[in-house]
């Protein structure tokens, strides 16, 4: 299966949270199963900086309401092989920060990752010509929406699949609706059923309903996103309707970085086999610490 | 020794904790926490490490080698988070060999399962209510087991034993995207 990943950040080069582990690890584990993967995310300075990447055909454009927004698709392969498609907009995605600076957001972010989706999606179908894609949180958001809503693009996707992946519910992409236009869709769209959000445009409510898939991080917390309205910020109804679309995958552990056996920031190594360094360790950490050492028996012995 | 490598925040439970905290320092456990955010939830913490000098730590800021040290030290790892999406600490710990003790919640249910010392399974402890006296429950039933060497082994033996790679997780999305394949050429 060809599967294009869609997201705002990829680590370890642009990298706010969990997101980026995500994005840095997961392509390479489908890889690994045989999945022909590849990742279409924003060119950043530090990922252009790092991986050094060769134009892929002509400038194109976006139009989002009324104007032509052009960017050139920028291709690399990661260290580990995986091919990436950078969308390279640098009034947009030149800046220092990902989604903002010195503890401020970017005021047109919500025009920043509308372009980028929907260029994601325009990638995709004449580029990367993926079987699925595989949106993650608000930011690619735009991609599922113009899969299947937007004009130029649904009919040749017609036969992709559009997955989404909710990382953090608490930000949705939520904009006033005099902003629908940069959308580039039909104003049918907006309605309650899809986009429309308490008078307002919801990027992720569109994405949700509009996916083949929805998953989330965990499959306790899609339940609970689904059926705790305090959890589900407003959008549990939605996500209840998925039904059985809606599923909780667990994200993977770094074992590379969290593994005893190798650790070199611990004082000494330990595996099951070898159990007794854990107990060195916790005599070193209570001294470290200058925490007294108990009297009463310890297992570690 | 209990370890906490976390956010100072309510989202993490430390709320219901400091609430606990004189009924868990009741039960001869020292507890190591890393941890910042909140102010006034850092000094609750720092006034409770001057009334256990020789129970606690808050250490704020910060440190992964610190995280690291921790994580290699516990016995127990506490995470007795309000929610929780996925988590991972609660996975590194496991790896470690620190028995988790968390809230059922997120996640946190779906990596964590109740030790049986009759059945010999699960690899931590759980709790349901928000609320401290559910969480100190928790942190005594694991301390009980402690004092058995051969059962502490065990579930530590089971902590070891559970994998959460993202060859697994690689695996669970491609699976469900052929059923979702399925399903769309079924239509």
Redesign the interface.
């Known amino acids: 299966?060809r599967?294009a990943i869609v997201a705002a950040e990829i680590g370890p080069w642009a990298k706010v949270g969990?997101l980026a582990d995500v994005i840095g690890?997961?392509p390479?584990?489908?890889a690994?199963?045989g999945?022909e993967t590849c990742v279409i995310a924003p060119a950043y300075p530090a990922l252009t900086a790092a991986l050094k990447p060769n134009q892929l055909g002509d400038f194109r454009s976006v139009e989002m309401g009324g104007a032509n927004e052009s960017y050139r698709v920028l291709g690399a392969n990661t260290p580990a092989g995986i091919p990436l498609f950078l969308i390279d907009h640098p009034e947009m995605f030149g800046r220092a920060g990902i989604y903002g600076e010195n503890g401020r957001e970017y005021g047109d972010n919500v025009r920043r990752f509308i372009f980028f989706g929907r260029a994601a999606a325009a990638v995709a179908a004449d580029l990367a010509r993926p079987?699925?894609i595989?949106a993650h949180d608000w930011h690619a958001a735009a991609a599922v929406l113009a899969m299947r809503a937007e004009r130029a693009i649904r009919d040749r996707m017609k036969s992709t699949?559009a997955?989404f992946t909710i990382?953090?519910?608490a930000f949705q992409g939520i904009f006033e609706s005099h902003d629908f236009p940069l959308l580039g869709l039909d104003w049918s769209w907006y309605s309650v059923e899809v986009l429309e959000f308490w008078g307002r445009v919801n990027l992720m409510k569109g994405a949700i309903v509009l996916a083949?898939?929805v998953?989330?991080?965990?499959?306790?917390?899609a339940w609970?996103i689904a059926h705790d309205p305090e959890?589900g910020f407003g959008l549990d109804g939605v996500l209840r309707a998925k039904g059985d679309?809606l599923?909780?995958?667990?994200?993977?552990?770094?074992?590379d970085e969290?593994?005893?056996a190798r650790?070199r920031?611990?004082?000494k190594p330990?595996?099951?086999r070898r159990?007794a360094n854990?107990k060195y360790?916790?005599d070193?950490?209570?001294d470290?610490?200058r925490?007294?050492h108990?009297a009463?028996?310890q297992?570690y012995r | 020794m209990i370890g906490m490598v976390t956010r100072m925040t309510p989202q993490k439970g430390v709320d219901i904790l400091a609430e606990a905290l004189d009924t868990l320092m009741a039960l001869d456990i020292q507890l190591v926490m890393l941890a910042s955010g909140d102010p006034a939830l850092e000094k609750i913490f720092q006034q409770a490490q001057e009334r256990y000098p020789d129970r606690m730590r808050l250490i704020t800021g910060f440190d992964n080698s610190l995280a690291h040290r921790i994580m290699a030290a516990s016995n127990m790892f506490l995470m007795p988070s309000r929610f929780e999406p996925c988590g991972l600490t609660q996975m590194y710990a496991l790896r470690y060999g620190a028995a988790p003790i968390v809230r059922a919640t997120g996640g946190l249910r779906d990596t964590v399962s109740e030790f049986n010392p009759r059945t010999r399974t699960g690899n931590g402890f759980l709790f349901s209510e928000y609320e401290p006296t559910a969480l100190s429950g928790a942190v005594a039933r694991a301390v009980e087991i402690f004092r058995h060497p051969a059962k502490w082994q065990v579930l530590v033996g089971n902590c070891f034993r559970s994998d959460y790679s993202w060859d697994r997780a690689a695996g669970q999305y491609l699976q469900w995207f052929e059923r979702l394949r399925e399903e769309r050429t079924a239509v």
């Open positions: 299966m599967i969990g690890a997961l390479r584990a489908l690994n199963r999945a079987d699925l595989h699949l997955v990382h953090n519910l083949d898939g998953s989330t991080v965990s499959p306790t917390y609970e959890l679309r599923t909780g995958i667990l994200n993977g552990a770094d074992y969290w593994d005893p650790d920031l611990i004082p330990y595996s099951p159990r854990k360790c916790l070193v950490l209570r470290d610490l925490l007294p108990p009463n028996p297992p």
